[in-house]
């Protein structure tokens, strides 16, 4: 599963007895298959197509992995932007790095 608030991607729309499934890859490359309403219940779909991903055509799960490894899904979860500061120096007098990412 995906840690709260990743972004995916659909790579599939399945068929399983009889029944739509939905097959995510989230930014982290961990997957997934939801059913509708799984996904009504735990995803917030927002409907953007990403052109670069749009006609991936999914064979099995060891390719995906390497397309993922590879970058082919990355323009679907771009980076998100990073600052570097400082802290002010606190009571003890001294100053440390902070990290932010921007979501």
Not at 40 to 57: Q, W
Request: with cysteine; hydrophobic share 35%; glycine share 16%.
């Amino acid at each position: 599963m995906c840690a709260a608030g990743e972004c995916g991607v659909c790579y599939e729309v399945y068929q399983l007895g009889g029944r739509p499934g939905y097959s995510i890859l989230f930014e982290g490359g961990r997957y997934d298959g939801f059913s509708p309403l799984a996904v009504e219940m735990l995803l917030d779909v927002t409907g953007r197509v990403c052109p670069e991903v749009a006609g991936y055509a999914f064979g099995n799960v060891t390719r995906l992995a390497r397309d993922f490894e590879a970058g082919r899904f990355a323009a679907a979860s771009p980076p998100k932007k990073t600052y570097t500061g400082y802290h002010l120096p606190g009571e003890h007098g001294t100053a440390g790095q902070a990290l932010v990412t921007v979501h």
